[in-house]
């Protein structure tokens, strides 16, 4: 039996699949968490030690899809279920 090509060949079962909350390929089925992102765990996986994996998926890096309509939101009071009030009135332009 020799160390290398041959032996490559037979690696043919999966260790890792798809994590369902990061989405890589990082979930390791037998012990069943993620190597990426530490699931089933409750807190991230992240280190201090790789400042670049942390740039990688701090918050700003996805679709904002809540926080990027709160600048106009804080600047109007955070108001809900009102009506804007009009900034000139309107029908007096004669």
Do not use: D
């Amino acid at each position: 039996m020799t160390k290398g090509t041959s032996s490559f060949g037979k690696r043919t079962s999966k260790t890792h699949t798809l994590c369902v909350r990061c989405g890589r390929r990082s979930y390791h089925i037998q012990k069943s968490t993620c190597a990426s992102c530490g699931y089933p765990s409750a807190r991230k996986r992240t280190y201090n030690w790789s400042m670049k994996s942390k740039r990688r998926r701090t918050s700003g890096t996805g679709r904002k899809a809540y926080t990027r309509h709160m600048a106009r939101r804080f600047k109007n009071g955070l108001r809900e279920g009102s009506q804007a009030t009009p900034k000139r009135i309107v029908g007096a332009s004669a």
